[in-house]
C-alpha cells in the first residue's frame, strides 16, 4: 500500500474512534423521535414530580404521545416546572389533566395526560393546570400508620398503635 | 538441600526477568520521543495494529451488545423493568467488557503478530544486522510499534463499546420492544462521563500499554528458533490475557469502589 493510503486509513480510523468517543460521551442525545417542527409544547407544573427525567415520555391511554424536554423548579410557587412536547396530530382539551405515574411496580416515571372536555384545545405554551404529584412511597406509608393510629388502640394491635394512641382525626 | 537450591534459583531467576522486562520497557519508553520524529513509521503500525483489528472488534463489539441485551432482557422482563436494559448494557460495555475484551482480543489479534514479526527479525539475525550498522532497534522497531498500539487501544475500545451500545439498541428498541426515550434517557441521566466513560479510557490505555509491551518483550527476547517464535507467541497471548484480567480487577476497585 502507498504511504498516502495508509495515512488516509489511519486518519480514517482516528476519526471514527473520536467519534465512538463523542457517540459515547453524548450518549446519542440528539436522537429526537419527536423534532421541534411536528411538535408543540405545553408546561405542567407538579408539587413533587418523583423520578421523573428529562426524555421520559408523555403518554395518554398508554400510548406515547410526546415526551419530557426540560424539568426545572419554579422559583415562585417552589413546584417542579416540567415542559413537554407533545405530537402535533394530538390535540387535547384545556381542561385536562396530568399525571407521574409509573410503569410497573419499580419501572421509571412517566406523565400521563388524562383528556377533559372543553372544546377549546391546548395551544403551544399553554399550561395544565390540573395536575397529580408522583406517589412518594415514604408519604404514603406515613398516612397509613397515622391513619392506623388515628384508628384508635382497640382497633389495630397494640405495637402499631404506639406512636400517636390520642391522635385527632 | 537440592530442593532448596532449586527454589533459591527459580526465584532468582524469576526476579532476574522481571528486572530485565523493566528496563526492557524502560529502555523503550525512552525510546518514544526519538521515533515520534519519524511519524510515518508510527502511522504504519497505527495501521497495522490498529486498522486491521478494526473488523473483529467491531464484529464482536456488535455481537457482545446483541447478546447481553438479549440476556438482561429476559432477566429484567419478570421485573417490569427492562427500560434499564440500556443502562445496564452501557455501564458493563463502557466499564469492564468494552476495555477488557477488546484487549484480549487486542492481545489475540495485534500482540501475536507483533511477537511473531520482532521473533522472526531476530530469528533471521536482521535485529543483529541492524544494531551491527549502529541503528538503534529500541527508537526504529520497537518505539514505533509500542506507540501503535497505545495509541489504537483507547480508540478500538472507545468502538468496542459504542457499537455494543448500538448492537444492543438493534436488539431492545427494534425487535424485544424497548421504548427508545427511556433506553437512552436512563442511560443519559445514570451514566457519567468522566466517572465512567473517562475511567474505561483509561483502563483501555493501561491495557494498551500492557498488551503491547508484554507483545514486544516477547518477540525481541524470544529464542531465535522456530519453536521459540511459536513458544514466544503463544506465551504473548496467555500473559498478556492473565496481566489485563489482574489489573483490570485492581483498576476497578481503585476507580469504582467508592460508591
Known amino acids: ?169 | 538441600m537440592n530442593a532448596l537450591a532449586l527454589l533459591g534459583a527459580r526465584t532468582l531467576g524469576m526476579l532476574r526477568s522481571l528486572g530485565h522486562s523493566a528496563f526492557f520497557f524502560g529502555d523503550m519508553v525512552r525510546a518514544v520521543p526519538a521515533s515520534l520524529r519519524r511519524f510515518d513509521l508510527v502511522v504504519t503500525q497505527i495501521h497495522a495494529v490498529g486498522n486491521l483489528s478494526l473488523l473483529i472488534i467491531l464484529a464482536s463489539g456488535m455481537a457482545v451488545g446483541f447478546v447481553l441485551a438479549l440476556q438482561m432482557y429476559y432477566a429484567l422482563v419478570t421485573y417490569g423493568a427492562t427500560e434499564s436494559l440500556g443502562l445496564i448494557v452501557n455501564l458493563s460495555l463502557v466499564r469492564e467488557l468494552g476495555p477488557v475484551v477488546a484487549a484480549l482480543l487486542f492481545a489475540g489479534r495485534a500482540g501475536t503478530s507483533l511477537t511473531a514479526e520482532i521473533g522472526l527479525m531476530k530469528a533471521g539475525e536482521q535485529i543483529a544486522a541492524m544494531e551491527m550498522m549502529a541503528v538503534d532497534t529500541k527508537s526504529r522497531v520497537l518505539a514505533p510499534r509500542f506507540i501503535g498500539g497505545v495509541v489504537s487501544m483507547p480508540l478500538l475500545a472507545i468502538l468496542f463499546s459504542a457499537v455494543g451500545i448500538l448492537g444492543a439498541y438493534v436488539v431492545a428498541v427494534l425487535l424485544l420492544g424497548v421504548d427508545a426515550g427511556n433506553f437512552w434517557s436512563i442511560m443519559q441521566s445514570k451514566v457519567d462521563v468522566w466517572r465512567d466513560v473517562g475511567n474505561g479510557v483509561l483502563k483501555s490505555i493501561v491495557f494498551g500499554v500492557i498488551c503491547t509491551a508484554v507483545a514486544l518483550y516477547q518477540g525481541y527476547e524470544t529464542e531465535a528458533t522456530p519453536e521459540g517464535v511459536a513458544y514466544a507467541t503463544t506465551r504473548t497471548v496467555v500473559i498478556s490475557s492473565l496481566s489485563v484480567l489482574c489489573m483490570d480487577f485492581v483498576l476497578t476497585a481503585l476507580m469504582f469502589s467508592t460508591g
Open chain 1, 1 to 169: 500500500m502507498t504511504k498516502k493510503g495508509t495515512e488516509t486509513l489511519v486518519g480514517l480510523f482516528v476519526l471514527l474512534g473520536m467519534a465512538g468517543l463523542v457517540f459515547l460521551s453524548l450518549k446519542a442525545a440528539n436522537l429526537a423521535s419527536f423534532g421541534s417542527r411536528d411538535s408543540y409544547t405545553v408546561t405542567a407544573k407538579f408539587d413533587n414530580i418523583g423520578g421523573l427525567k428529562a426524555r421520559s415520555p408523555v403518554r395518554s391511554a398508554g400510548v406515547t404521545v410526546g415526551r419530557v424536554t426540560s424539568i426545572t423548579l419554579d422559583s415562585k410557587s417552589f413546584q417542579g416546572l416540567v415542559t413537554m412536547e407533545l405530537e402535533r396530530g394530538v390535540q387535547f382539551p384545556r381542561d385536562s389533566s396530568a399525571k407521574i405515574l409509573t410503569s410497573g411496580l419499580l419501572g421509571d416515571q412517566y406523565i400521563g395526560i388524562e383528556p377533559g372536555y372543553e372544546e377549546k384545545h391546548l395551544a403551544p405554551g399553554d399550561n395544565i393546570a390540573q395536575t397529580q404529584s408522583a406517589v412518594v412511597l415514604e408519604n404514603l406509608i406515613g398516612q397509613f400508620l397515622f391513619n392506623k393510629a388515628a384508628e384508635g388502640p382497640a382497633a389495630a394491635p397494640p405495637q402499631a398503635a404506639a406512636p400517636a394512641p390520642g391522635a385527632r382525626k
